[in-house]
């Protein structure tokens, strides 16, 4: 007998045992138990990163002031050199398209291997939830993050620069935007379960990609201008490709945007690789879990 | 042992089987367990004593569906950790010491209600579950503090309480009380006794290299080194192992004749003052070896006879630390090359906290048989105030 079970009066509080009395029972669960399992474990991976915006204001400062003053840096050189008004609306969407793109970097393609470091990852794999439902929940957290720092530098850059949007087609606009998201965190994913593999090295290569990746999507020109490398970009890059899509749906009969396909073809190019870059980040993420567990140097912390 | 009333129709809780695991390394590859066997049954409290190296670690990764074994078979409640890992995750946790999971600009309430999301909690299920634990574990006056500025003893307290959460079958305690005061020790052993003794099958495997937490805790303790268990049993049971006499400290208030007057009495092996008397007391300790503890009658009788008034008497018991030393020729404090490198990375715990290197030689010039106990009993003590 244990020392404290003869002596000690049963703590109310500890007595509860979830699915029976029984740990056959217990462990037994339905499909449909699965589901609203990894439901709840992708709410819950989601919500430190909306109570973290909340209760750090600095990123008031860092996440829309920074970006917009960088958005401004363009409009200004775009503007000295007479260039025509509707770049500096491009400039502006890009600005505001960017807080996605480094939130897949930063807070997507790292966090992993961040996790992994402090000790988290291990807990996670040992919890009762697929490990995708984890980077689903860091993704809608992101977004969540995202959408403000985006919503915030678009208004605010509007109303300073003078931006008129021309919006023919509100529903592609709405669906492109969506697919754009889903692509983007979609490849996030991916570069999660990548960047955990490769280790360390992964941060270097996280600030070897940003600059390139801003160039070669055109995040302050129209990416048609890019011509050949254009084009790989926008069937490689999300960002590419769903920035390119919002500006000619946002900015509708704008003569500057050339040399891409129609908004219809992107919206497929985004939909084309959200399947892709789920289906390959589930596969890796898979991949991981049984590397893991036969080397025992990826979840464990120390190891 | 605390069996659970439905113990009799369960599977063990734990059953380890041949189960061997070697990692890849350079310049060869390092075995970590070297074939283990092991039965735990629900409702056990069960440790794994052994110093860094041993691969407690490893075999409690393996448990956990952390990590795979090279071979051999391991089951949790009948479940196999390479197949149903699932299922296995749905009814264990397992709380490590100096854990810092979480993320540090949430609060202690929020983070733990996070932890209930991965562990399938409904969501006000989460919130009011956490509730409870958090005022069991003693953690009221923190609930809404960030997880940043918790305490080491209050961190450990909110990772228990996660560990808590989901109410596991089965609890792993990877050093719990790894770098905690004493207070803060004692109160996460009290409820880790408190959470096991509310429902019957519930099971708990404990790693530690403190011997009195493991000696104070478990129903049953294995001993492993070297990636091999080499004892297993009852805390007494091991003791037993090497206890091959019965020692006792005597204090009196003198002593004529000096030892030579103990040393021929009946039953007495041996006789010598006690290395650690106060010069300054007005009192004499000396360490006697009897023959068996029904000798001490005797002895108690004739001192009287001689005048002197025994001040203070006590068993001096071998530790868990004999044990070990008794069986692999080495102290807890001399630290084994060995794979499970984690453990030295995990803060900072040094030969200090492992109970002082072990009792060999300090007292053994002055009376062969008696100074080792003594000293371990020395060593004993600070291990308890360690944790």
Redesign the interface.
């Known amino acids: 007998m244990s020392a404290g079970d003869s002596i000690r009066p049963a703590n109310p509080v500890f007595a509860s045992t979830r699915g029976g009395t029984d740990p056959r029972v217990a462990s037994a669960w339905t499909p449909r138990e699965v589901v609203a399992s990894n439901v709840r474990a992708l709410i819950g991976r989601a919500y430190p990163r909306v109570r973290g915006m909340a209760r750090e204001p600095s990123w008031l400062f860092f996440e829309i002031l920074l970006p917009f003053l960088t958005t401004s840096a363009f409009v200004l050189v775009y503007r000295a050199l007479g260039a025509p008004d509707a770049y500096v609306g491009f400039v502006v969407l890009g600005g505001a398209m960017a807080a996605f793109w480094l939130n897949v970097v930063w807070m997507m393609a790292g966090q992993l291997y961040w996790e992994k470091s402090q000790g988290n990852l291990e807990l996670y794999f040992a919890a009762p939830m697929n490990l995708m439902s984890v980077l689903l929940g860091m993704a809608v957290g992101g977004l969540i993050m995202s959408s403000t720092r985006a919503a915030a530098v678009l208004v605010i850059s509007t109303i300073v620069f003078g931006v008129t949007f021309q919006v023919e087609q509100w529903g592609l606009v709405i669906v492109v935007f969506a697919l754009t998201l889903s692509a983007l965190y979609g490849l996030g994913m991916m570069l999660a379960s990548l960047f955990l593999l490769w280790g360390r090295e992964a941060f270097h290569m996280t600030n070897l990609v940003i600059e390139p990746v801003y160039f070669v999507s055109g995040l302050n020109f129209p990416v048609g201008r890019l011509g050949a490398l254009g084009a790989l970009a926008i069937a490689t890059i999300p960002f590419a490709v769903g920035l390119d899509a919002m500006r000619q749906l946002v900015f509708a009969g704008q003569p500057y945007i050339t040399g891409t396909p129609s908004p219809e073809v992107e919206a497929l190019i985004l939909a084309a690789m959200t399947v892709v870059f789920s289906l390959l980040s589930r596969w890796l993420i898979r991949r991981i879990e049984r590397m893991a567990r036969s080397r025992g140097s990826l979840s464990i912390r120390w190891q | 042992?605390?069996t659970a009333l439905?113990g009799d129709t369960?599977p063990s809780a734990i059953d380890v089987r041949a189960v061997r695991r070697v990692?890849?390394a350079k310049p060869e590859p390092v075995v970590a367990l070297a074939g283990v066997d092991l039965q735990v049954a629900?409702g056990e409290?069960f440790g794994l004593l052994g110093p860094n190296g041993a691969g407690k670690t490893?075999l409690i990764?393996i448990l956990?569906?952390?990590?795979?074994p090279t071979g051999g078979d391991a089951r949790i409640?009948?479940?196999d950790v390479v197949e149903e890992s699932?299922?296995?995750?749905?009814?264990?946790?397992?709380v490590?010491g100096g854990?810092?999971?979480?993320?540090g600009?949430?609060t202690v309430r929020?983070q733990l209600?996070?932890?209930?999301?991965?562990?399938?909690?409904?969501?006000r299920e989460g919130w009011s579950?956490v509730d409870?634990?958090v005022?069991?574990v003693g953690l009221a006056e923190q609930r809404l503090q960030r997880v940043s500025t918790l305490s080491t003893g209050q961190r450990q307290k909110m990772n228990m309480a996660r560990g808590?959460l989901?109410?596991p079958?089965?609890l792993f305690l990877d050093e719990p009380t790894l770098g905690l005061d004493v207070a803060a020790a004692r109160s996460i052993r009290?409820l880790?006794?408190?959470?096991?003794?509310?429902?019957a099958?519930r099971t708990v495997l404990l790693t530690t290299h403190y011997m009195a937490e493991a000696d104070?805790?478990?129903?049953r303790i294995a001993i492993v080194d070297r990636g091999r268990i080499l004892a297993i049993g009852t805390p007494d049971e091991l003791k037993r192992r090497v206890q091959r006499e019965s020692i006792f400290r005597l204090e009196l208030d003198h002593l004529d004749g000096g030892l030579a007057v103990l040393g021929r009495l009946p039953g007495v092996e041996s006789a010598a003052f006690a290395a650690d008397a106060d010069p300054e007391a007005q009192r004499v300790a000396v360490n006697l070896a009897l023959t068996d503890d029904a000798a001490l009658g005797g002895v108690v009788t004739a001192l009287g006879g001689t005048g002197s008034h025994i001040l203070a008497l006590r068993k001096s018991e071998p530790t868990l630390e004999d044990v070990f030393v008794e069986l692999v020729g080495r102290g807890f404090g001399d630290e084994a090359e060995g794979p499970d490198?984690?453990s030295t990375?995990?803060g900072g715990h040094g030969g200090d906290e492992d109970g002082g290197g072990g009792p060999s030689g300090a007292t053994g010039g002055e009376l062969a048989g008696l100074g080792g106990h003594d000293t371990v009993a020395e060593d004993r003590d600070a291990v308890g105030s360690a944790p």
Do not use: H
Request: hydrophobic letters at 45%; one cysteine or more; aromatic letters at 14%.
């Open positions: 042992m605390s439905q369960l990692y890849d629900p409290f490893t990764k956990t569906t952390l990590l795979l409640f009948g479940f699932g299922r296995i995750r749905r009814i264990m946790n397992m490590a854990e810092q999971s979480g993320y600009i949430l929020e209600w996070m932890f209930s999301q991965f562990y399938g909690l409904r969501a579950r409870e634990l005022d069991a808590l989901n109410d079958w089965i009290e880790v006794l408190d959470w096991k003794a509310a429902v099958g104070e805790l478990c129903d490198r984690g990375d995990r």
